[in-house]
């Protein structure tokens, strides 16, 4: 089993959380084909910059529940840099948990593993849609408002 940091905005968090599937940019395709059913998935929502500010969140758990399979259908809210996204690679999810109120990943940051530059954590996830996190790193998590 593998744990999965799956970095998505606020538009398409409630799309998750409503339609329990994540989808990719085709240009991820390499990534999320690496998923496999039973994987962990970790939803985190980028923050929010200017007036309308928001501190990235770690905002629920999911379970794979599908193989990955392409499908064109326009189910998410595409980026503004790239306005014709359609994210076609997806795998269909089972809620694990849903964090109410959401996990402030800057908390978190000095704790975690995968983040070796504590300072500039941001580019440890900057340019990707999702990356593979170690399972220390998920369970503490996981168990953060246990």
């Known amino acids: 089993m593998a744990y999965w940091l799956c970095i998505t ?13 994540w989808g990719v ?3 991820h395709k390499n ?5 496999k059913v039973e994987d962990k998935l970790i939803i985190y929502e980028i923050q929010r910059s200017g007036k309308n500010y928001k ?6 758990v ?3 529940v599908s193989e990955v ?3 064109s259908t326009k189910v998410f809210k595409p980026t503004p840099r790239n306005p ?7 795998v269909k999810l089972k809620e694990v948990k849903v964090f109410e109120p959401p996990i402030n990943f800057k908390d978190l940051i000095p704790k975690l593993k ?18 593979e996190i170690p399972e220390e790193d998920y369970m503490l998590i996981v168990n953060k408002n246990l």
């Not at 905005?9 to 599937?21: A, L, S």
């Not at 501190?55 to 629920?60: D, E, K, L």
């Not at 014709?84 to 997806?90: A, D, L």
Request: no cysteine; proline share 5%.
């Open 31 to 35: 990534t999320i084909n690496k998923v």
């Open 69 to 71: 399979y392409k499908d």
């Open 62 to 64: 999911y379970e794979v």
């Open 55 to 60: 501190p990235p969140y770690i905002r629920g």
């Open 114 to 131: 995968f983040i070796t530059n504590k300072k500039k954590w941001s580019g440890h996830l900057m340019g990707k849609a999702m990356r």
């Open 9 to 21: 905005n606020e538009d398409n968090w409630k799309i998750i959380k409503e339609k329990k599937i």
């Open 25 to 27: 940019a085709e240009r």
């Open 84 to 90: 014709n996204e359609k994210f076609p690679w997806r």
